[in-house]
């Protein structure tokens, strides 16, 4: 199955951005499905390639049809609110983003500050 029409050149654009920058695996997956499509995969290659079935990648083409990159795109989920505040989130993700070499000192200091 073959897309119903060739991508332009910002939809490739927008993709491949989806592709290489989503924190999402899934969202990378299925924007690498549909560029793998427009450059002449079969649905059988494509779900060899991102390791899924034909049918998982027929849905993914009626998403990308129906809605375009949006549609690409997980949609909220419920879940247990997280037990961290928004602070020590922060605090969290940039000790992460920028690790030092005793990653645990300071992991173990920002905990006991906090309590």
Not at 18 to 37: F, G, P, T, V
Request: proline share 3%; charged share 30%.
């Amino acid at each position: 199955m073959k897309l119903s029409t060739a991508l332009t050149a910002e939809q490739k654009t927008a993709l491949e951005c989806l592709h290489r920058q989503s924190d999402n695996h899934r969202e990378r997956q299925r924007a690498h499905a549909i560029l793998l499509q427009d450059k002449g995969y079969t649905l059988e290659q494509v779900a060899d390639i991102v390791q899924n079935d034909t049918d998982t990648i027929r849905r993914w083409n009626h998403r990308w049809t129906q809605g375009g990159i949006h549609a690409l795109r997980d949609a909220p989920r419920s879940g247990r609110p997280s037990k961290l505040d928004r602070a020590l989130d922060e605090a969290l993700k940039d000790i992460l983003q920028n690790p030092s070499p005793d990653l645990k000192a300071l992991l173990l200091a920002e905990a006991e500050k906090r309590g």
